[in-house]
């Protein structure tokens, strides 16, 4: 009798009993530990009033440019020592100064005409003088010739005088009437001989004045304070009519022509309208917005809408207050962005407490338009906003009971850092700020509360 399968029952036994021992004793006390707060910062957000703004880009320029352009020719011989590009020059300080000889002969030649023009006027002044005396003269004396011319015709009548002596009175009579004729004629003639010379005189008086009015060209001053931007005249060069000596810019004041799209201008022009924000301007009522084109910087400006410019490289320095201008009258033709210009006064004033150094032509600025605060909105730094595989904006709140809540908002105008949330949030919420990680609902939370959004 084979017994060897039975030595494998006594093991088989001791592991079945083992087994149920070990599944059947209860189980042992385990410590529970303590649920684990992740920190996060957290802000309150609070209805507020919004400053509505727009943003635009451009390059600083000079307000008033002016170029000298040679008007005479001639060599130069005066010119400031050290003249130069960047060089500022006050206004009125002579520039450049020309060799003034013969533009001097040709004044004393213009005078001298005047002068000879002016005796030939007092010459014939005095010549019609003495013709209308003369004239006098001679109607006295045709009297005298017709009284004798009748008294020897009346003693021709009489049978006392003679042919011949009447002949030779009416020949004198007819002498004299033709030197009285003669005489009327030269007195006709003084009023177109003296309107010729008047005009002479004229033209002589303008020769002058064209003279005059080279010689003065001949000192080139600054029309204004400004700075020197260019310069080709040296001094001993020979300058011809129509070469451009120098180019100045004013320092008084620059302009930005800030180009932005039309669009960032809606939000800011629609809270102009009954003391609404943007945001609470429901599409039906802006359609029915109209605003005269014309007229729209002086909306701008009634609005109390204000312009600061900035250096575009440090958005953190102290801005330039602006006034704003005009508006360019036509649209890019490359990006379609219309033009605001905008003046900034003193440009070259630097401000040591505020950092803020020189605005220098040609600078790259960023011009901000902002309107007065207004309206009751909620606004939320722009971090604090995520994006879900669906496209759908929300944010991470914290409940009453410290606990990650997820709540998907509808946003509005982006300003700056901020992005004004028209839907999903109320007052008093607490705002989870950044990003939880991990981000799991319903984890608890330790927050470090930062001011409320409204607060300034």
Known sequence: MNLKPLLLLPPLVVG???????????????????????AVRMQT?????????????GRVAAEHSWSAIAEVQGRMV?????LDVGNIVEKDQVLFGMDRTDHELAHSKALANVASVKAQIAEMTRQEENTTKLRDVERRILEVAQAEYERVKSLLDRGAGSVAAVDSAQKSLLAQQMSLT?????????PAQKETLGATLTLRLAELAEAERAL???????????RVASISGELGQFVRVGD????????????VVAELQPSAFGPLVFSLFNGKSAPDIAPDVAADVEIETS??????????????????????MQGWSAQIMRQRGSMDSETSAMGIVVRVSDPLVAHPVLHRPPLQVGSFVEVTFQTKPTGNNLSIPRNAVHMSDQGTSFVYVANDDDRLEMREVQLGQVLKDQVIVIKGLRDGQRLVL???NPPVLGMKLAPVDLPESGDK
Do not use: Q
């Open 16 to 38: 079945a009993v083992g087994f149920v021992w070990m599944t059947s004793r209860p189980a042992p006390d385990m410590p529970t530990l303590p649920e684990t707060a992740l």
């Open 45 to 57: 957000i609070s209805s507020h009033p919004i400053a509505s703004e727009a943003v635009g880009y």
């Open 78 to 82: 005066e010119m400031p020592v050290g």
């Open 182 to 190: 003669k005489t009327d004629n030269t007195l006709a003639l003084f």
């Open 216 to 226: 003065s060209k001949t000192t080139i001053r600054a029309p204004f304070r400004g």
């Open 244 to 255: 451009n000596l120098i180019t100045l810019e004013s320092t008084d004041a620059v302009e």
């Open 295 to 316: 007229r729209f910087v002086d909306v701008l400006n009634e609005a109390g809408v204000t312009a600061t410019v900035r250096l575009a490289s440090n958005t953190e």
């Open 434 to 436: 950044g990003s939880p």
